[in-house]
């Protein structure tokens, strides 16, 4: 893509470049994160026509579906595919952008959306429309539907997918934007890579190449755990690092980005970043990083340590990469076991 | 550029070629596999002429990279690498993927074992591609050595390599070297007397010039690799200056404390605070025994330090951190006995007159605290009966299912001793004899000529609860003799429990410090169990005696010796070669989190403090993956063992799962029709 790059528009009065900003399986945080940028946002709306932008402005699909293939210089597309709508709307967008960024955790990693990977539609949609959960009154046991026969005629609904797969599990993807979601000054130094015209190799991640660790202030001296402490059980002291106090900071396997925003507050790192350059799997490489300090050699001890410190693994570990992760769904689709 | 790989898949005889279709897996890895340019199968690769044929492909079809499809890396990776290396290609570009241990030792079904062969060779196929090209690193060897354990097989090294004029630290725990068998009165099955033939060992080791002793110290710490370790060693503080110290004895005479001695005397005699375990002594520089000794405890006596003729009593002496450097190190730490408290039925500890067998060493020994009488515990009474139960902790899946080797002789000298200095009967209950080493076999039939009785059964009680007139005062051995198969009851004097042998406490500890490892049980583990018994899986570190398994003296001997050999070979060479499968950390992109820098097991990480970074030294590495399983930001890379290539050996493996399916890229084609 990088003969390509949307160099156009850089506020000397030529053309315009096109810029989409997209959302599918998400929060809308993203889009409150760009708008974040605060009053650079202008340089923005110099340097481009914002083309669609469902959050913030206004923008049909047919005019999409209008313009030439790669007539959007950059869209910027977050959340991940959970529906054939999202589809349709990820393989559009790649069509008619020369630069497809996965923005935020959702489309590069899966996010929050991704944990429903644990489970099938058939269970979303049993919890969702006609479990015990408090906030579900639905007598009729309505349903979604695809379809529907209504009297004026059929109403279509976007089809829900069993999983839920990242943008780049989807479609090809250039350029990838970590963070759930990413800090504005973060996209701003984006958007002038990629205004700069100096682009990097395909595929990469926009960002740094360490872990929030670099940004931590904390003193960090000997890591050898005996207990892993739940937030609520402590109050940490403000200098030590957090793991070697026993919470599960995740700040040593997170990519750098935010600047150890939460550390500083006392509140261990979660993750949001995502796994650092190089890295695969990120809850398998935080795993096996905390099982390493783990300081017992007694299985059953090793056991007790981990079953009261983690209870809830997939969250610690694989809270934002689990659509992402090595732990997919197998490649070969199940035979047709589930059905509606 | 595309590699020219070439195949190479071995029968071993039919070790390979019995459960695996070796032709047909040559075959279609030559036909299906990318770059394969070349794929035989040969009867043995490993033969000159296998690995002729390899040299002579890669010279003549110019091949870039070699597959090799036969038995463990550890039995023959160097062979291949040598034979790459032969035809000018470098080494580290050629894999030897398992199909014997890993496949067709372990499998019964021919197919599927066929199956599992197929996908190890597509997947040393893949990883082969991405390997790169390392060149081997050199090292100096240092000529001194480290010996740990200075019982029988530690003595032993020591002196072959001292004799070779290669100089020795030799360490030991306690204020004596001499081990086990300094406690011993015969040996088996000779009966010489054990002190007559160990003191000459003890005191040459004691004098030699090339021997540095460090009796009362324990090794702290180890890094660094073979060739060149660095160690610390904690002298313990022995509260006696060391150089002046004459050895008179006066301060051991003049002492007023006595405590019950559990360590030389196994708890049947005493000592005094001050003391050197027993005449013998090699150092002959007593230790105070700080939790017993007066001045220590309320800061009164000092009568050792008041009659000492050389002032060599120091008080105030603090434990000493000493650093050497030696290029080997020879474990022989030894064993330790089981505690026969452990099983409560047989009432060792409740019952006055059931002893453990090291006890009964120290009774019978001349120099012993009853001059070699022995005597039950009032100290005057002489047994007229005496039981010797074997395999008490030993065969017996509660405690060790390993057989300890020596009990069946050491029992028949005992038997031997009783006979020759009672007129005891004398009973031993085995289950079977094991007396299979030169001249064991005819000592147990002297034995049986001597009229010691043997009962095939395994003791199931020792008890003084008598049900008979006959049985009052005694103490009744409870056991089915399983050749007339019937529960019998023994009434005795005294009963012996040969105690099994047993690792040391901390025998993983210092493994672990070595960077070696152990079994279940916790003995050390030799590189190979018959063709390299005390050689270990670290380069430069070697074991002998019985901390790598149970075996009687001459066995502990001869490995003593074999790995003197062995380090005697190294220091020779002068030069030994390290792999270059290191890991290198990329310092740009360390945050320092200091994950890694405790779980290198050979201190090979160092942290730089200006840059807030992690280093790995390379002369130090041994490329274990530890740091780069651990590394949570993946910035750690193993040499050799990189991303790229493990994930292409997992895609390779999986070549089956990932043929090209029917087409099913999009999601909607899995949807059903009809929802609800």
Not at chain 1, 75 to 89: A, D, H, K
Request: glycine share 8%; charged share 25%.
């Amino acid at each position: 893509m990088s003969e390509s790059a949307p160099t156009s528009g850089n506020g000397n009065g030529k053309a315009k470049g096109k810029l989409a900003i997209y959302w599918a399986a998400s929060c809308g945080g993203c889009e409150i994160s760009i708008l974040g940028i605060d009053t650079k946002i202008l340089d923005v709306a110099a340097a481009f026509d914002l083309v669609m932008c469902p959050c913030i402005a206004d923008g049909k699909v047919r005019d999409i579906e209008k313009m030439a293939d790669g007539e959007i210089d950059v869209c910027l597309f977050n959340g991940g595919i959970r529906t054939s709508e999202q589809e349709y709307m990820a393989r559009l967008l790649r069509q008619k952008s020369k630069c497809l960024i996965a923005f935020g955790s959702c489309a590069t990693e899966g996010c929050i959306p991704g944990l429903g990977n644990l489970h099938n539609r058939q269970e979303i949609f049993d919890n969702s429309y006609t479990s015990e959960t408090h906030s579900t009154e639905n007598p009729d046991n309505v349903r979604p539907q695809a379809v529907t026969e209504v009297p004026e005629g059929k109403l279509h609904l976007p089809i829900f997918y069993d999983t839920l797969k990242t943008l780049d599990q989807t479609v090809d993807v250039d350029y990838y934007l970590p963070g759930c979601p990413p800090e504005s000054p973060r996209i701003w130094e984006a958007i002038e890579v990629l205004l700069s015209g100096n682009l990097p190799a395909k595929g990469a991640t926009i960002g740094e190449n360490t872990t929030v660790c670099d940004y931590c202030p904390r003193t960090r001296k000997n890591k050898k755990i005996k207990e892993f402490k739940r937030t609520w059980e402590v109050i940490p002291d403000d200098e030590t690092c957090l793991l070697e106090q026993g919470l599960i900071c995740a700040g040593l396997a997170t990519r750098a980005g935010c600047g150890a925003l939460c550390p500083q507050v006392n509140s261990p790192c979660i993750g949001c970043y995502g796994p650092n350059e190089g890295v695969e799997d990120y809850g398998a490489r935080f795993l096996s990083a905390l099982a390493s300090v783990i300081d017992s050699e007694d299985p059953d001890e090793i056991d007790e340590i981990i079953s009261k410190g983690i209870p809830d693994p997939i969250g610690t570990f694989y809270r934002f990469s689990l659509a992402g992760s090595l732990m997919r769904r197998g490649k070969r689709p199940a035979p047709a076991a589930t059905s509606q | 550029m595309a590699e020219k790989i070439g195949v190479y898949v071995c029968h071993c005889g039919s070790n390979i070629a019995g459960k695996v279709d070796v032709e047909e897996i040559a075959q279609w890895a030559g036909e299906n596999l990318d770059d394969v340019a070349v794929s035989r199968d040969y009867k043995f690769m490993c033969s000159s002429l296998g690995q002729q044929m390899i040299e002579d492909d890669i010279k003549k079809e110019k091949l870039t990279r070699v597959v090799v499809g036969a038995c463990s890396p550890h039995l023959h990776e160097k062979t291949f690498r040598r034979a790459c290396s032969n035809a000018g290609m470098n080494p580290y570009l050629m894999d030897l993927t398992n199909i014997r241990e890993h496949c067709s030792w372990v499998h019964k079904d021919r197919s599927l074992a066929t199956e599992k062969a197929r996908a190890l060779i597509s997947a040393a196929v893949q990883r082969v591609k991405h390997q790169e090209p390392l060149e081997p690193m050199y090292v100096d060897v240092n000529p001194a050595t480290l010996v740990i354990g200075g019982g029988i097989a530690g003595l032993q090294a020591t002196l072959e390599l001292a004799d070779a004029g290669y100089h020795v630290y030799l360490v030991e725990r306690l204020p004596s070297i001499g081990g086990h068998m300094a406690q011993f009165d015969k040996t088996f099955p000779t009966l010489d007397c054990s002190a007559c033939i160990l003191t000459p060992k003890m005191s040459e080791a004691g004098q030699h010039e090339n021997v540095t002793l460090l009796t009362y110290a324990e090794l702290e710490e180890v890094s660094g690799s073979v060739g060149s370790f660095k160690v610390k060693i904690r002298q313990k503080s022995r509260c006696v200056d060391y150089d002046a110290c004459t050895g008179c004895g006066i301060c051991v005479e003049k002492c007023p404390r006595k405590v019950l001695d559990t360590e030389f005397e196994a708890g049947m005699g005493n000592r005094k605070a001050i003391y050197m375990p027993f005449p013998q002594a090699v150092p002959r520089v007593p230790v105070i025994d700080q939790d017993s000794c007066i001045w220590f405890e309320r800061q009164k006596c000092r009568a050792c330090e008041k009659l000492c003729p050389t002032d060599a009593i120091k008080f105030d002496q603090e434990d000493e951190l000493i650093d050497i450097e030696v290029g080997n190190i020879i474990i022989a730490t030894g064993w330790k006995p089981f505690d026969s408290k452990k099983i409560p039925q047989y009432g060792y500890g409740r019952l006055a007159n059931v002893y453990t067998s090291m006890e009964f060493e120290r009774l019978c020994n001349a120099a012993g605290p009853t001059n070699g009488k022995i005597v039950m515990r009032d100290g005057k009474t002489v047994p007229k009966s005496i039981a010797i139960v074997h395999c008490v902790g030993s065969r017996d899946d509660r405690h060790n299912p390993y057989c300890s080797g020596i009990c069946c002789m050491a029992a028949l000298k005992f038997g031997h001793l009783v006979l020759e200095k009672t007129d005891a009967e004398v009973y031993s209950f085995y289950i079977d004899m094991r007396t299979n080493q030169k001249n064991y076999e005819e000592f147990y039939q002297r034995l049986l000529g001597e009229g010691m009785r043997f009962v095939r059964g395994k003791v199931s009680e020792v008890t003084d609860a008598a049900r008979m007139p006959t049985e009052q005062g005694k103490l009744i051995v409870q056991c089915e003799d399983t050749l007339i198969g019937r529960q019998q009851r023994y009434p005795v004097d005294m009963v012996i429990l040969m105690g099994a042998l047993e690792p040391q406490e901390d025998a993983r500890e210092l493994g672990l410090k070595c960077g070696i490892s152990c079994s279940m049980e916790g003995w050390y583990t030799e590189r190979h169990p018959k063709l390299d018994p005390v050689a270990t899986m670290t380069d430069g570190v070697f074991v002998a005696g019985t901390c790598q398994g149970p075996k009687d003296i001459p066995a502990s001997v001869a490995q003593g010796a074999a790995a003197a050999a062995r380090v005697a070979g190294m220091i020779t060479k002068g030069k030994v070669m390290i792999e270059p499968i290191v890991a290198s950390i990329n310092e740009q992109a360390c945050s320092g989190c200091k994950i890694c820098n405790n779980m290198c097991p050979y201190n090979a990480i160092e942290f730089i403090e200006e840059t807030e970074t992690s280093r790995v030294i390379t002369a130090l590495c041994k490329g274990c993956g530890t740091c780069v399983a651990a590394c949570p930001a993946g910035v750690i890379t193993g040499a050799h063992f990189n991303n790229k290539q493990i994930f292409a050996e997992i895609e390779g493996a999986l070549w089956d799962a990932l043929q090209p399916a029917a087409e099913s890229s999009s999601q909607a084609e899995t949807v059903p029709a009809s929802a609800s």
